[in-house]
Each structure stands twice: as structure tokens, then as C-alpha cells.
């Protein structure tokens, strides 16, 4: 957890040391070696999109790896990310959107974009979820 900015905050890891190191210098080392031994394969563009599992890494940390090696030249151009996920842990109908407190991974500084968080339903109707 980041310290020493004035009103961040950012929830801890929950599952560090089960599905990946606990200690933050191991994990970085770790992440280090699969991105440096990942063979993405040529393409003739950047992807627009990524699948990419996130079991520990044992099980999947190759394979992620190469997926992201695959945006080593196109991550300095890339102007937004979105990131959608399941829940692992708490059955919910629709979706869960986190606060996002400063200090959570690629949360640094102020947002730089104002965005909205929308809600798509069954009947494919949509509303504003969230603002910021």
C-alpha cells in the first residue's frame, strides 16, 4: 500500500502470497522474468483487445505475459485502458465498479479523463451508473 499522499487510499491485496508473491520486490523480479522470457507473436498491428487469464501465476503467468509483451511498443501510445473481470468471490447480477481510490494500480495522480460507468441491462437498456 502507497503512502505519504495526502487522501489516498488503496485496498490490500487480497490474496498476495497464495496466487502470487506477497512481497513486493519477489513479485516485481517475477513479473520482470515472465515479460523478458514472453515470445508474443508478430502482428501487424497493436491489438485493440486482450483476453488474458489471471490465474496465479504458476498456472497462467507465462501466457499472461505474453498477451502484455504483446503492447511492449504500443503502451506509449495507448491512451485508455478498460478492465473487466468476474467476480471470484460474491455472486452479484449486473456489475461491481470500485471506488478507485488514488494509489490503486494505474491510479496515480489526479484522472486525467472524466468517464462514466454504464449499466447495460437484459432488455439492452442502459443508464449512467457512476461519474467521476
Known sequence: MR????????????V??????????????????LLAAARPPDLPAPPKALIVPHAGYV???AV????YALLRES???????VLIG???????AGIAVPGMP??????EGAYKDKFNVVAFAQDGTQKVYASR
Open 3 to 14: 503512502r505519504g499522499r495526502e487522501n489516498a487510499s488503496a485496498r490490500a491485496p487480497a
Open 16 to 33: 498476495a502470497g497464495a496466487f502470487y508473491p506477497a512481497d513486493a520486490d519477489t513479485l516485481r523480479r517475477e513479473v520482470s522474468a
Open 59 to 61: 498456472y497462467s503467468g
Open 64 to 67: 499472461a505475459a505474453a498477451a
Open 75 to 81: 503502451c506509449r501510445t495507448l491512451r485508455r485502458v
Open 86 to 92: 468476474p467476480s471470484h468471490r460474491v455472486p452479484l
Open 102 to 107: 488514488m494509489g490503486s494500480p494505474g491510479m
